[in-house]
């Protein structure tokens, strides 16, 4: 398997090798620059890489039609005007063991879901923003940033005829972005909960490295880490759980693995007194590879 090398993964190996380079810390964009502009809208990945985000992310949803956009939530209702679009489209559903009535993205075709507003539940100024497709947002990042998308809820289109990983790597090879031509400045890295998700993109040989994201705080050791060795290039995991169990960061780079923990935004009550200083503390306390933050524009670049 060719997996090329990212910042953040030549980072682990540099510092695994004994080599004196000093690992460059990676400041990821979450959901854009997502505490100044409205969540997945090229606004705020634009405002991202103005801030000097080294990756912007994206959360990836599938389309009734089979297009990928980019979309936080498995429903459109937080983020969007749909109820008052479509008031009759709801459906029941279970969501991440929720059962509620919800507008799921994927019982929407591209066309409709381009016609919903994605800015003014943020604030009026961004009135008219519109939900973006992957392509979209490679179309805007490539060049200037890394992508790291996520494959978002995959559990939602089990019965579907969702076939999710495969979209996704066809969208890679549609801009380039992968394999031994891929482009030098866009470095590409996949996240997922969904443990069956990250087996089948390694088994598939995606060639982008692929990050296991962990939401419960509890339960892991050396050994639960050590039977991702060589399935997932990485762990993002919840903040929570590194400060639970800090040793996870020396788990995982001994294995040549990076951490890459979510998701530091200002304003969170907690024992820092500023978000720029909690990420200081994770980055250069307790060594991990970088930080997924709503606020790249306060990331504690040294
Ligand atoms: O993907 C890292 C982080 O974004 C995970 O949490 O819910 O914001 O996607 P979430
Ligand atoms: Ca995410």
Redesign the pocket.
């Known amino acids: 398997m060719t997996i090329r090398l990212t910042g953040v993964v030549l980072g682990v190996l540099l510092a695994s090798g004994g080599l004196m380079a000093q690992p460059r810390k990676t400041n990821v964009a ?1 959901r854009g620059a997502s505490g100044y502009a409205p969540e997945h809208t090229l606004a705020a990945y634009r405002l991202a890489i103005e801030q000097g985000a080294d990756f912007v ?1 994206q ?1 990836l949803a599938v389309t009734r039609d089979g297009v990928l956009i980019c979309l ?1 939530d498995a429903s459109l209702e937080r983020t969007t005007d749909v109820e008052a679009r479509f008031p009759d489209r709801s459906t029941v559903t279970t969501i991440e063991g929720r059962t509620r009535t919800a507008w799921l993205a994927n019982d929407f075709t591209l066309a409709e879901i381009k016609t919903l507003d994605a800015g003014s539940w943020f604030s009026p100024k961004f009135a008219g923003e519109r939900i973006p497709t992957f392509d979209e947002a490679v179309a805007l990042v490539k060049g200037k940033a890394g992508l790291f998308p ?1 494959l978002k809820t995959p559990e939602i289109y089990k019965g579907r005829e969702v076939r999710f990983e495969a979209l996704v790597a066809s969208a890679l090879d549609r801009h380039g972005l992968r394999g031994p031509a891929a482009d030098p400045k866009t470095p590409v890295i996949l ?1 997922t909960f969904g443990e069956e998700t990250a087996r089948n993109l390694a088994t598939m040989k995606i060639s982008v490295p692929i990050v296991l ?1 962990i939401g419960s705080p509890g339960g892991w050791d050396a050994a639960r880490v050590a039977q991702w060795k060589g399935i997932v290039q990485g762990f ?1 995991p919840n903040k929570g759980l590194l400060l639970k169990t800090p040793d996870f960061v020396a788990w995982a780079h001994a294995q040549g693995q990076t951490v890459v923990p ?2 530091f935004r200002a304003g969170e009550k907690g024992s820092f007194v500023s978000v720029k200083a909690e990420m200081e503390h994770f980055l250069y306390t307790l060594g991990v590879d970088g930080v ?1 933050t709503d606020n790249p524009d306060q990331f504690p670049r040294r």
């Open positions: 979450h992310e959360d936080h996520e996240q994201l993002g979510y998701t997924f």
